[in-house]
Each structure stands twice: as structure tokens, then as C-alpha cells.
């Protein structure tokens, strides 16, 4: 038998286990850190991120975030210019 056996898959493996989940919780890393929350909440948040591998980022995405305040879309009504100098 070959000592080699399984290492592509090992390797595939270690790399999905161990490395997507860092990349998940460094790009929540920068959403906490770009949202609006307090200096204290943003490191609890972090806290709670790094320190709870995989609820952590469940809990972050379902309770804290915050909403974005965007003017409401309005289809199949014509939208109305408010700069007359823009056309």
C-alpha cells in the first residue's frame, strides 16, 4: 500500500475545516468593526465572535446587526428628481 494515500483528501479536508470558518470570522470581524455600535459592544461582539466558534457568528448575523436606513423603493411608481440641477 502507498504512504501517500489520502493525503490530497486530508489536505482538502484541513483546509475547509480549519480555514473557511477563519475566513467567516475575519469578514465579520470588519462588518462589526464598519457597523455603528459602541466601542464596547463592538469588542463583546468580537468576543462573542472568537470565543464561540461556530454560534457566535449566527448570533452576530441574527441579532447584531444593525439596518441600514435607505429611502423605501417604490415599483411601478415614477421617481421623482429633488436637485433641479440634476439630470
Known amino acids: 500500500m502507498s504512504g501517500s494515500r489520502g493525503c490530497a483528501t486530508n489536505s482538502l479536508l484541513f483546509l475547509i475545516i480549519v480555514f473557511l470558518p477563519v475566513i ?9 468593526l464598519e457597523d455603528d455600535h459602541s466601542s464596547m459592544g463592538k469588542v463583546i461582539w468580537l468576543l462573542i465572535i472568537w470565543c464561540l466558534p461556530f454560534i457566535g457568528p449566527f448570533l452576530y448575523l ?17 421617481s421623482y428628481n429633488t436637485d433641479p440641477y440634476q439630470r
Open 62 to 78: 441574527v441579532f447584531g446587526q444593525r439596518p441600514v436606513n435607505r429611502g423605501r423603493v417604490m415599483f411601478g411608481q415614477a
Open 24 to 32: 467567516g470570522h475575519i469578514i465579520e470581524t470588519v462588518f462589526i
